[in-house]
């Protein structure tokens, strides 16, 4: 009984600080109260907190379609106020979007009223999502390198080169090896599904060894 009465006693001393801790000062007769103390007691306001200042002007907006990209957008959004910057998240590799940016307007009032207004927009086939973020859960990186453009990699030329460079002659046959198995591979399903068909011969594919240059010694 002695651990029972120690546990409650314990309950009700919980009890009573917690209700200390949204105590508000006393109340008149003619005010109702917001609560009744489990403890006992006369009834007491819950503490009236002053409503926090919205200063979010950074907003977050998903779902973007294809080719609403900077220009599109900071052309959009304009008509609601001052920008102050924008991104859109792009492939570090290919530079293409990743349908989800982040636009800074000047004033917090306007911020708000794009957040309302433009969230679930039909864009497109696309309904927008808009969403204001708090100045706290800013990333401090968001807007590094906002000012420079992504310009993607010609991987035309770049896979040219590559074809194009001199390799050894271990590296041609390795070459001319894959190409030849290639090669078998398509014959044999060309056969399996009961065509006729001669495939040509790969020009190159029987190439000699090169012969070793002997040197007179004198």
């Known amino acids: 009984m002695g651990a029972k009465a120690a546990k409650k006693k314990a309950m009700v001393k919980k009890l009573k ?3 200390a801790q949204l105590a508000a000062p006393s109340i008149s007769n003619d005010e109702t109260p917001d609560f009744l103390p489990l403890e006992g007691g006369p009834g007491r306001k819950i503490p009236q907190n002053e409503a926090r200042e919205d200063k979010a002007t950074v907003l977050y907006i998903g779902r973007i379609p294809h080719g609403f990209y900077e220009n599109e957008m900071e052309g959009f959004f304009k008509q609601f106020g001052s920008i102050k910057r924008l991104r859109i998240a792009r492939n570090k590799k290919t530079g293409k979007s990743k349908h989800f940016g982040f636009i800074e307007f000047e004033s917090p009032e306007v911020a708000k009223v794009v957040a309302d207004c433009m969230h679930n927009y039909l864009l497109f ?8 973020i708090p100045p706290e859960r800013v990333h401090a990186q968001l807007w590094k390198g906002v000012n420079r453009w992504y310009k993607p990699l010609d991987w035309v030329r770049v896979e040219r080169k590559r074809h194009d460079k001199e390799r050894t002659l271990s590296e041609h046959r390795k070459l001319v090896d894959g190409i030849m198995k290639r090669d078998q591979k398509r014959r044999k399903r060309i056969e399996a599904a009961g065509i006729d068909y001669e495939c040509p011969e790969i020009v190159g594919g ?9 040197f007179d010694v004198e």
Do not use: C, D, R, T
């Open 17 to 19: 600080k917690g209700s």
């Open 206 to 214: 029987n190439q000699p060894a090169p012969k070793k240059i002997k």
């Open 125 to 132: 086939e696309h309904l927008l999502q808009v969403h204001l």
